[in-house]
């Protein structure tokens, strides 16, 4: 955008299928889809669940990722570093707002499934409870897992690091 950083919806936009987090999903989709009916995948609360998961999983990635991508000089698309500039604040107050931003997709996230799971409960097929029961649990698995892995990964962990929690020294 000019060498300026991007406004965050439309980062989210593009990050939310380059960080590979929805292609994974939607893999997962058509690898299961023998048993569900074509309008759960179609249900618009699920497709954008896809998405808030996907987005989570990306402003985890660059939280862990901000050390690094600073360090080489791409943190002009990094939010936590971009909202540093955009805002005129400091680290601290960068980092509330992608944990504000987190919560706000997590909070959209669990509204969404609780609804999804209130539609799917008249039906009674255990088999198709069962996979949408197994997609939901791909999804949580998603956040956590990346979460585990980005805060312990040699990748995005050092000795300088901003957090605490990934200050580990690279092994050599």
């Known amino acids: 955008v000019g060498g300026q950083s991007p406004h965050i919806e439309l980062y989210s936009f593009l990050r939310k299928i380059n960080i590979g987090a929805y292609p994974c999903v939607t893999l997962t989709e058509v690898m299961l889809n023998h048993h569900l009916e074509s309008y759960i995948w179609a249900d618009p609360r699920w497709i954008k669940m896809n998405e808030d998961i996907a987005i989570v999983v990306t402003l985890i990635n660059d939280l862990v990722s901000y050390e690094k991508e600073v360090n080489d ?15 005129n604040v400091d680290l601290c107050d960068s980092y509330k707002q992608m944990v504000t931003l987190i919560d706000y997709y997590v909070d959209h996230y669990v509204q969404l499934e609780q609804g999804f799971l209130r539609t799917l409960a008249k039906y009674h097929n255990p088999l198709q409870e069962q996979e949408v029961n197994f997609m939901l649990d791909h999804l949580h698995y998603l956040i956590t897992g990346s979460r585990m892995w980005s805060m312990q990964t040699p990748r995005y962990c050092s000795p300088t690091s901003p957090f605490i929690e990934m200050r580990k020294f690279r092994e050599a």
């Open 73 to 87: 000089n791409a943190g002009d698309l990094n939010p936590l570093f971009f909202f540093q500039r955009q805002n």
